[in-house]
Structure formats: structure tokens, C-alpha cells
């Protein structure tokens, strides 16, 4: 009798653990899938139209001032803006395999095959074939992948510090007095660029419905205006380098103190701008909303198109350096960075950018969150 009943029991509980295993499989295949948001997606898009269109107009800056505010006001915001979506798609990060399986191959993998594919593209542009391949020294655009690797590697540690923003920012001012960091990984942008991670990781759904409201978007207007115009002002007075975070006070011919102010004010101008940009992105699906999730391709394949029309000659003609020509090189650098996001080059390149790896880690437990941390 004892027997009978010990061993019906496990039996029992086998059958109890089966059932319980195949609600919870039909309850997350009947979960819905969420569905990704069309104004984070636009705004990635709009974001890298303007990554594209800066690398235009940067061999047009000498000799001309407008075209120079103009290379200024862009930059005040683009990559900021991409920072603080990548922050904000960053909060779930928890260091958890799944999780970190996607760090390797959405973003460790595309820097290290990139990294190498733009140094043997440089060898070729810059007639330099000895330019050796390093991974510790990001070269041209490949620098976010090195230092988005790091951001979302500190994630976890930004949940449990007390005043994040002030923290990161202070460590922003830091690095400006320390030439001496030297550009392995690119650490001195990586550490310019902490308080727009961080900044995302602060954010909720409700402060991007704030910027979205009407009265923003009408005083982005003025604002952005405004901005420009102080660009255009500041342009024989100002040393533009600030903007990309690359170098410390010294390094930018400047007294030590000007790091941390600069550090401040540029924060202050670029979370503003970076507002301004937002307000004005559509919360509606538009015919560009679909290539938001193709923009890290857009990403790393439009600087090999930037770098080539220099090496080319685009740029020698006369009137390219005219108003006509400065037009002319901000809509073919958004057609080109346009088609870069499409779907057939994804699916092209999706082996080198998204690759499964699969032999490496097997078979994932989990999706992916939803959205996307990358440009």
C-alpha cells in the first residue's frame, strides 16, 4: 500500500509540473507581440539623415560660415539625440545571458568587423597600405559601437547610483582635464558621451509625450531658429571641436577650466536641441517609419560612401562648394543613407551586423526586447 502510494505521488506531481509547463507555454504564445513604436523608429530615421548630411557638408566647411553653423547646429544634436534613444532602449539591460548574447553579436561583432572593413577601406582612400588594424583605436563612426558596448555593460550600476545624471556629468567633466586618457576605445568620447546614456536611462514614456505636446512643438520653433543663429554668431568665436566630445581642454587649445564649463553649457544646448528634434518627429507610421529599424546600417555603411566621394573627387567641382551644391549634397547623402536602411541591404548585411551565432551560443531562452538600443 505504501508503495503503491509513494509511488503514485511522484507520478502525480510529474503530471501536475506537466501541465503547469504547457500553460506556460500557451500562455506566452498566446501573449501578443509588442509592436514596435513608430516614433522612436522615426526618429532613429530622422536622426540618421542627419548623421548622413553632416558627413556631407564636412568638406564644405572651409571658406564658408554658413555652411560651417550650419555643420555646428546639426551636430549640437544628432548623436546626442541617438544617445539618449539608445539610454532609454538600455533600461532592461540586467546583464543577463540573453541579454549579453545580443551586446556580443549586435554590437561587439558589428565594431570588430567594421573596425576592420574601414581600415582596409583607408588604406585604399588615403593611399596609406600600412595603416595597421586596430581594435583598440575606433576608427571614423565606429567609435559608438565601441562605446555603446561599455554604456550598456554599466547599466546595472547606474540603477543603484543615488543622482546618476549629476554623476555622469561630473565624469564628463573629468575626462575633459585629462588629455592624458589617450584614444584606446575611444574612451575620452566614451566618457564625453555618458550623461546622454545615462540622461536615456532616466527617461519614461511620459517625458517624450511631454516634448510631443503642441505648445513644444510650436516653441521648438523659435528655439531652433534661434540656435542656428547663435551657431552662425559663434563660428569665427567658437571652436566647434566641443561638439564632438573627442578631445580634452588641452587637446582643443583651451585653458583646463573650459572643460567642465564647456562640458556643462554644451550638455544644456544639446538636451534642448535634442528636445526641439523630438517635438517635431511624427508619432504616426510614415513611409519612413520601417527604415527606423534598419539605421545601424544606414549607420556603418553610408561613411564608406562619405569617405569614397572624397577620395573620388565630388567634392572639386566649384559649385558644389555654392549654396546649389551645399542643397545638393544634404539630399543625395539622405537619398544614399535612405537606401542603406531598406530592407534587401539589411538582408545583405544582416550576417556581419545581426548575426545569429548560433554555433557560439546556441539557442536563445529568450527574445530580444522590444525595440532598439542601436542606431
Known amino acids: 500500500m505504501n508503495d503503491t502510494v509513494t509511488t503514485a505521488r511522484p507520478a502525480a506531481e510529474e503530471n501536475r509540473a506537466s501541465r503547469a509547463s504547457r500553460a506556460r507555454e500557451q500562455g506566452a504564445a498566446a501573449r501578443p507581440v509588442r509592436q514596435r513604436d513608430a516614433f522612436f523608429d522615426n526618429a532613429k530615421y530622422l536622426a540618421i539623415v542627419m548623421v548622413a548630411v553632416g558627413h556631407a557638408w564636412e568638406p564644405l566647411r572651409p571658406g564658408s560660415r554658413a555652411v560651417t553653423a550650419l555643420y555646428m547646429f546639426v551636430y549640437a544634436f544628432h548623436m546626442p539625440a ?24 549586435g ?9 576592420t572593413a574601414y581600415t582596409l577601406f583607408t ?14 583605436d575606433p576608427l571614423y563612426l565606429t567609435w559608438f559601437l565601441a562605446a555603446l558596448f561599455v554604456w550598456r555593460l554599466t547599466t546595472p550600476l547606474w540603477r ?5 545624471l549629476p554623476v555622469a556629468l561630473a565624469i564628463a567633466m573629468l575626462a575633459t582635464l585629462s588629455p592624458s586618457i589617450g584614444h584606446d576605445l575611444d574612451l575620452q568620447r566614451t566618457l564625453q558621451f555618458l550623461p546622454y546614456f545615462v540622461c536615456g536611462l532616466l527617461l519614461r514614456p511620459e517625458h517624450f509625450r511631454l516634448v510631443r505636446r503642441r505648445a513644444v512643438r510650436i516653441l521648438a520653433v523659435p528655439v531652433a531658429v534661434c540656435a542656428l ?6 563660428v569665427p568665436r567658437m571652436n566647434y571641436g566641443w561638439f564632438f566630445h573627442a578631445d580634452s581642454a588641452r587637446g582643443l587649445a583651451a585653458p583646463f577650466w573650459y572643460g567642465p564649463v564647456m562640458t556643462l553649457a554644451v550638455f544644456g544646448c544639446s538636451a534642448v536641441l535634442v528636445a526641439c528634434f523630438l517635438a517635431w518627429v511624427p508619432g504616426r507610421r510614415t513611409w519612413f517609419t520601417a527604415l527606423g529599424a534598419g539605421t545601424l546600417y544606414g549607420y556603418l555603411l ?9 577620395y573620388w573627387g565630388w567634392y572639386e567641382p566649384a559649385w558644389v562648394h555654392r549654396p546649389v551644391g551645399t542643397v545638393a549634397a544634404a539630399l543625395v547623402a539622405a537619398v544614399v543613407v535612405t537606401a ?18 548560433a554555433w ?13 538600443a542601436r542606431p
Open 160 to 164: 543603484h547610483v543615488r543622482r546618476p
Open 360 to 372: 557560439a551560443f546556441g539557442r536563445a531562452n529568450a527574445a530580444p526586447p522590444p525595440g532598439d
Open 229 to 234: 543663429g547663435v551657431a552662425y554668431w559663434a
Open 107 to 115: 554590437v561587439a561583432v558589428p565594431y570588430v568587423v567594421f573596425e
Open 82 to 105: 541617438f544617445i539618449i534613444v539608445s539610454g532609454y532602449f538600455s533600461r532592461t539591460f540586467d546583464g543577463s545571458p540573453d541579454r549579453l548574447k545580443r551586446l556580443v553579436t
Open 340 to 357: 542603406l536602411c531598406t530592407p534587401p541591404v539589411r538582408r545583405v548585411f544582416r550576417c556581419v551586423t545581426e548575426p545569429g551565432m
Open 302 to 310: 553610408h561613411g564608406f560612401v562619405a569617405q569614397a566621394a572624397k
Open 123 to 136: 588604406r585604399w582612400t588615403s593611399q596609406d597600405p600600412d595603416r595597421p588594424v586596430s581594435l583598440l
